[in-house]
């Protein structure tokens, strides 16, 4: 059995204070400062670094169906708290993270009327700020509802806000970047650049029984915007007396924002005893040709998801090492407008053409397990009817991933998937899963929140604009920053199943579509974005005999450590990671649609060891935007010593294997 401990704590519980003044809590290296105050019965909070202001002064409170909180409160004790641990994860980009933060939680009592108390806890790390509202049960505040936060985020300055508009469906969007005052409403995280030494990304984290932050704006000062459930109200507190955490990562530079495990930290150690079935692997899937159109998920002449399609899958999954196979438009429900009827799908029923025990049985004879897919049509009440029996017959059959899908504007309920009512389904779907041993990739889902430290089978989520763009999209495909963009938005929340590995360009169904990179970049992709479970998305024939696919076969989706030695939010990033448990290190390197040259040095490695270095390189001719093909595949024997020069072409990328001697 496997299992994860916390690997060094000291936890000290330092005092507890009646107050009638501010109060103040700072990050164990000094820096970062919050102070909290009431001023005329509105509680408010302040961010400082040094003499610096980063977050103004800034509103805390709720608008309630039934008496507000906010706007008439004192201050109440305040009780302080430390926390300097280390923690394992099962999976991650390190295998160890550091949790260091001071705490404090202050009381606020209602001045008049029923006298209530809302607790709000501020914790400072030496990457960000965090707090979290408590509503303890009393009489006045026993079950509620929440028809506004009125939680602020004063900005000292008109910073500019990398972003999508808060209604962005799933969050397929494209980020912008604009100062915060010409932006509409955002939805988090919303990633700020505010001068050359200040960056911040303000969103949720450990969303759980809450809806999701979104941000309204009167000028620069954010306000959280909740998303409603269909009469109105934003929040209905019953069980769970705690929000989700308003954390603000701040750092000196675009890597630090990278680099912070402040989200992970917010979340609930793992919930999962034994994780020893949970493993990060790649996946090759019956897909991109229903992406093209050249096959269907409904059955038919072009049914995609036959027996002998899906063991050729299998074949080539177990040839090259690879753990997985999805398999989607496997079962019953795909003959019709499936959003409108997505009622009709059965998760247990296999078309005649499926084999769907059969292939179980031949994908474990090879090594290979086949991952569920489960589109709902966003008629989750129907997935939950059968949620249960479907999870217990993919664990009886060795099926060990599952991939969720909620194509649709809203659940068959009239509820937003980033809703409350969302949150609880996509968290009731995790916890069932768990149960059976299932893994979830989940699609269409709600802003992902570093849950996944808390229920590590959650492996990746899109709530992104995928590379399934570069085959639908009638404008083309994704632009070419596109990545250069997602690792500091998205990505802050979680793994994103990105599906990367695009390797032939050709689009039949709508001509002009196809990745805006080059295939270099295509490679990077693996280490730049992260997923404990790539999928090598392109259609198998479309790898056979590529020299490139031989990194896709050696690239591991589980690592040691991180670090960037690039970064800048939507021109370049570099990722640097090494692979957990060897002394090997994968390189990715990624450009916007301006051709790059950048230094690398290599300094991070083992200084006692000689590596072999092979460098997947765009070709003297590539160009993302004429000739997105050529590539050079060189070796080099390197050492801590080394620096490497990357040119990256127009929309391309470069990705490095160091193997060590
Ligand atoms: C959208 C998902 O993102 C995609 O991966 C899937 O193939 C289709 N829905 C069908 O479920
Ligand atoms: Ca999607």
Redesign the pocket.
Known sequence: MKKWFVLACMCLTMSTVALAGNVKVSSPDGALTVTIGVDGGQAWYQVTRGREVIIDRSELGFVLKDGDLKGNFKMGKAVRNSLDELWGQPWGEDAVVLNHYNEVKVSLHEKSGSKRRLDVTFRAFDDGVAFRYEYPRQPGLQDFVIMDEVTQFALPSDAQAWSIPALTA?Y?GIYTREPVSRKGNMAGPVTLEVSDSLYMAIMDANLTDYSTMNFSHEGTTLKADLVPWQNGDRVRVGDTRVSPWRAIIIGRTAADILLSRMPLNLNEPCKILDTSWVKPTKYVGI?WA??KQRWT?SQGERHGATTANTKRYIDFASRHGLGGVLV??WNYGWDTD?TRHGDGFSFTRAYPDYDLEGLCRYAAERGVRIIA?N?T?GAAQNYENQMEDAFALYESLGINTV?T?Y?NSHFYNGELQHSQWGVQHFRKVIETAARHHLMIVN??GAMPSGIQRTWPNLIAT?SMR?Q?YNAFDRRGGNPPYHECILPFTRGLGGPM?F?PGIFEYRNDSVPGTRPQTTLAHQLAEYVVIYSPGHMAADQIENYEHQPAFKFIEDVPTDWQRTLVPHAAIGQYVTYARQQRGTDNWYIGSVTDATARDLTLSLDFLDKDKRYMAIIYEDGPEADYRTNPYPMTIRRLDVDHTTVLNLHLAPGGGTAIQLLAQ
Do not use: A, M, R
């Open positions: 799933y397929e897909w229903l992406q998920w989607e438009g499936w897919h589109e049509g991939k899908g194509v699609h269409e899109e995928g399934e199943d599906t």
